[in-house]
């Protein structure tokens, strides 16, 4: 089985920056995706961004321009640099991984999330 760890969440200030971090392990087959999804307490949770194995980019309209998510395929690793940070991205992250299994099964994987907030 895969586990999935995130870590870099913390308290900063409005218009800082912090870097989360996921790493995949375990095993393994092929990863055909990794994203972050963030969620309030009491809210839906909602995608952050998305990084496929070809390196194809998805954001949330309300990080696009702040946000960027990249990947070490070579560590299965997908990080989210946060830049500009606003008091509503305040929300515990959580991190998907999703892998493409033997006879193209998906699976889909959680991380435990890592707390960000943001002080105005």
């Known amino acids: 089985q895969v586990q999935v760890v995130e870590s870099g969440g913390g308290l900063v200030q409005a218009g800082g920056s912090l870097r989360l971090s996921c790493a995949a392990s375990g095993s393994i087959f092929s990863i055909s995706a990794m994203g972050w999804y963030r969620q309030a307490p009491g809210k839906q949770r909602e995608l952050v961004a998305t990084?496929?194995?070809?390196?194809?980019?998805n954001y949330a309209d309300s990080v696009k321009g702040r946000f960027t998510i990249s990947r070490d395929n070579a560590k299965n690793t997908v990080y989210l640099q946060m830049n500009s940070l606003k008091p509503e991205d305040t929300d515990v992250y959580y991190c998907?991984?999703?892998?493409?299994?033997?006879?193209?099964?998906?699976?889909?994987?959680w991380g435990q999330g890592t707390q960000v907030t943001v002080s105005s």
């Open positions: 990084i496929t194995s070809g390196a194809t980019t």
């Open positions: 998907k991984v999703t892998e493409t299994g033997r006879g193209r099964a998906l699976y889909h994987y």
